[in-house]
């Protein structure tokens, strides 16, 4: 295993510890209320999509690797990090909220729960995480952008 590999293999390991977290978490529900219609969606799914954006992360990243364009290990510490922490703010900010009713319970309910206030502070940590999510992703795009540049400049100087 090369050393310059340490990046996909992160990123995969990270996308199989999202799958394992989906396993774990089969029977359990995301309640989702939004403009009057509620909706329960399974949180694995979601643990499996969060997963998969990891994969898709490391397959780019494995890309670079093997075409000789490393990408940058500073940028990529940066963008995991951003990610998982900002992910972990939302799941524990979304864990706070009071629970909706459940799928079987009656729907006029819903009305109550969409006018109690979420807290201030609540809505604050998710709106930083998602400017944390949003940064992390231009990071990583800075870091594609960057290591296409590098490389071009490392064959203009070293032609085969």
């Given at each position: 295993?090369?050393?310059?590999?340490?990046?996909?293999?992160?990123?995969?390991?990270?996308?199989?510890?999202?799958?394992?977290?989906a396993?774990?978490?089969?029977?359990e529900?995301?309640?989702?209320?939004?403009?009057?219609?509620?909706?329960?969606?399974?949180?694995?799914?979601?643990?499996?999509?969060?997963?998969?954006?990891?994969?898709?992360?490391?397959?780019?990243?494995?890309t670079?690797?093997?075409?000789?364009?490393?990408?940058?290990?500073?940028?990529?510490?940066?963008?995991?990090?951003?990610?998982?922490?900002?992910?972990?703010?939302?799941?524990?900010?979304?864990?706070?909220?009071?629970?909706?009713?459940?799928?079987?319970?009656?729907?006029?309910?819903?009305?109550d729960?969409?006018?109690?206030?979420?807290?201030?502070?609540?809505?604050?940590?998710?709106?930083?995480?998602?400017?944390?999510?949003?940064?992390?992703?231009?990071?990583?795009?800075?870091?594609?952008?960057?290591?296409?540049?590098?490389?071009?400049?490392?064959?203009?100087?070293?032609?085969?």
């Amino acid at each position: 295993m090369r050393k310059s590999h340490i990046i996909p293999i992160c990123y995969f390991v990270t996308a199989l510890i999202f799958g394992g977290f989906a396993w774990l978490e089969q029977t359990e529900g995301l309640d989702i209320v939004f403009n009057e219609t509620y909706v329960v969606v399974p949180k694995s799914v979601l643990w499996l999509v969060l997963g998969g954006l990891f994969v898709f992360f490391a397959l780019i990243a494995l890309t670079f690797e093997l075409y000789r364009k490393p990408m940058n290990k500073y940028l990529f510490a940066t963008h995991f990090l951003l990610t998982i922490v900002s992910l972990v703010i939302l799941y524990h900010s979304t864990q706070q909220q009071e629970m909706p009713p459940v799928a079987t319970a009656d729907y006029s309910v819903i009305d109550d729960i969409q006018n109690q206030d979420q807290p201030e502070e609540a809505i604050d940590w998710i709106t930083y995480a998602f400017y944390m999510i949003a940064g992390a992703q231009i990071i990583f795009v800075l870091n594609i952008i960057a290591s296409t540049i590098k490389s071009k400049r490392e064959s203009l100087q070293n032609p085969d």
